[in-house]
């Protein structure tokens, strides 16, 4: 029995804002091999388990202004942002497709989410996100999406992985140092797998133009790309008078882009590729 709209958004706002501050934990510990079952939630500054009741999605933030309440740290933003954001979308899917499609959208959005903030503090994209995610997008888009379907998916997963890695090889050739990394490809590949050949094509196509824009922005207000958090005893690397090498994270763009894909596929598809 389908339940009434107004139960069912504030049940999807509501698992949405859970799973989002599991996919926070999980992009904090992967890249620190830290399992994502044990310990508990606990203090990023003083690594003490917080209390149950301070772990409340959204609410929990507020209710602490933003603040551990055991040392008085303050808490990243981003995790208020991720929370409410994915609360956000999940609401959105669940009123505008149906509960399949919408299942298979916010799994999708919950892994780029994961990728932008490991490849923001670390400027790595984890297989372990997006090589389970192309089978799964593939299953997904066979048998829940019926906008991308199964033979668009699989062009998808080729086309966005062989586009990408094929771009990133010639750059090699031609600069003499690595142009894109192989996890952009692989991230590039697993939104083939849910949103198919045309999420890939958006997905490039403004995916660069976002990430081009953003550095140029970035270079031009002066600032300075900080070494992954991965290694922050490592040697600063020379400045380099041009905007053009400053370093920023090719995988937020891209995961930014997908997204608008994966959320407005229906419209973009008729303004976009004229359907």
Same mark, same amino acid.
Request: charged content about 10%; some cysteine.
């Given at each position: +029995? ?24 999980? !992009?904090?510990? +992967? ?17 003490? /388990?917080?209390? %149950? ?5 959204? &609410? ?9 309440? @055991?040392? #008085? ?19 959105? @899917? ?9 299942? !298979? ?5 919950? /892994? ?15 297989? &372990?996100?997006? =090589? ?11 048998? @829940? ?12 997963? %080729?086309? #966005? ?8 090889? *010639?750059?090699? &050739? ?15 590949? +697993? ?6 050949? $045309? ?6 196509? =403004? #995916?660069?133009? +976002?990430? /081009? ?5 970035? /270079?031009?207000? #002066? ?5 992954? *958090? ?5 040697? $600063? ?18 995961? @930014? !882009?997908?997204? *608008?894909? !994966?959320?407005?596929?229906? $419209?973009?598809?008729?303004?976009? =590729?004229?359907?």
């Amino acid at each position: +029995m389908a339940l009434p709209s107004g139960v069912g958004g504030a049940l999807a706002f509501i698992i949405g804002s859970v799973v989002a501050s599991f996919a926070t934990a999980v !992009a904090y510990r +992967m890249p620190r091999e830290i399992s994502i079952v044990s310990p508990r939630s606990y203090c990023e500054s003083c690594e003490r /388990a917080i209390p %149950f009741w301070t772990n409340v999605p959204i &609410l929990g933030y507020i209710g602490l202004r933003g603040r551990c309440i @055991l040392c #008085g740290a303050r808490i990243p933003f981003r995790h208020f942002l991720t929370e409410l954001g994915l609360a956000i979308i999940a609401l959105y @899917l669940y009123l505008n497709f149906p509960i399949g499609d919408a299942i !298979a959208r916010f799994v999708l959005c919950v /892994a780029l989410f994961v990728v932008s903030l490991i490849d923001y503090d670390w400027r790595l994209i984890p297989n &372990l996100v997006t =090589f389970p995610g192309m089978p799964v997008g593939f299953l997904f888009a066979a048998f @829940l999406m019926p906008e991308v379907g199964w033979k668009s998916s699989l062009i998808g997963i %080729f086309l #966005g992985g062989g586009v990408l890695f094929l771009t990133g090889y *010639v750059y090699e &050739l031609l600069r003499g140092r690595e142009g894109v990394g192989m996890g952009d490809v692989w991230l590039l590949g +697993m939104v083939g797998g849910f949103l198919g050949w $045309q999420g890939v094509v958006f997905t490039i196509f =403004f #995916g660069s133009l +976002m990430g /081009a824009i953003g550095g140029i922005i970035f /270079a031009l207000s #002066g600032g300075k790309s900080p070494p992954p *958090v991965a290694d922050p005893s490592a040697d $600063q690397v020379e400045e380099d008078a041009s905007i053009m090498q400053t370093t920023v994270p090719f995988g937020p763009f891209l995961a @930014l !882009a997908a997204g *608008v894909f !994966a959320l407005f596929q229906p $419209q973009l598809l008729g303004w976009y =590729f004229g359907r």
